[in-house]
């Protein structure tokens, strides 16, 4: 499986028992999980028997300084073997576009986890993942020259 970046939109209304969100097909049929990257604030809810309920959310940090304005991602991660479907809700007032990787191995990291907790917390917790930093807002996740994940400026 690659560490494609996808892209969504994380629409206004919450999920309903009609919805469908971007996690029942494709490749999150063969990921164990899904880390999702936003810059805005998005609720994140997971659809399990039958009812969606919220997962996570995402929030939104600016650095609203005298030099620079500038936005710094959150992200979470969502175990998909809890999950079968994965909806985002804009919690901004307008779309907001989405970002996420799935992660078909368990690569987590568990000696950066407290109490060794078998899920991950972070993008540093997936193994070979780059800590995602401010100085890292507007790049994305490539392969470098040596095979290694790196943040890149596009």
Do not use: C
Request: aromatic share 10%; glycine share 8%; proline share 5%.
């Amino acid at each position: 499986m690659s560490m494609k970046l996808n892209k969504s939109t994380a629409g206004l209304t919450i999920p309903d028992a009609g919805s469908t969100g971007f996690g029942s097909g494709g490749e999150a049929a063969s990921a164990n999980a899904v880390i999702v990257v936003g810059f805005a604030e998005i609720e994140v809810y997971g659809l399990n028997g039958g009812t969606w309920s919220l997962i996570d959310t995402i929030e939104n940090f600016f650095d609203n300084t005298a030099h620079s304005v500038a936005v710094s991602p959150d992200h979470t991660t969502v175990n998909l073997v809890d999950y079968e479907d994965v909806f985002f809700v804009s919690k901004s007032g307008y779309e907001e576009t989405v970002r996420y990787f799935f992660v078909e191995d368990a690569v987590v990291a568990p000696h950066l986890l407290p109490e060794n907790s078998p899920d991950p917390l972070k993008l540093e917790d997936i193994s070979d993942v780059p800590a995602f930093t401010q100085a890292d807002a507007g790049k994305i996740l490539s392969v470098d020259a040596q095979g290694n994940l790196a943040w890149i400026v596009r």
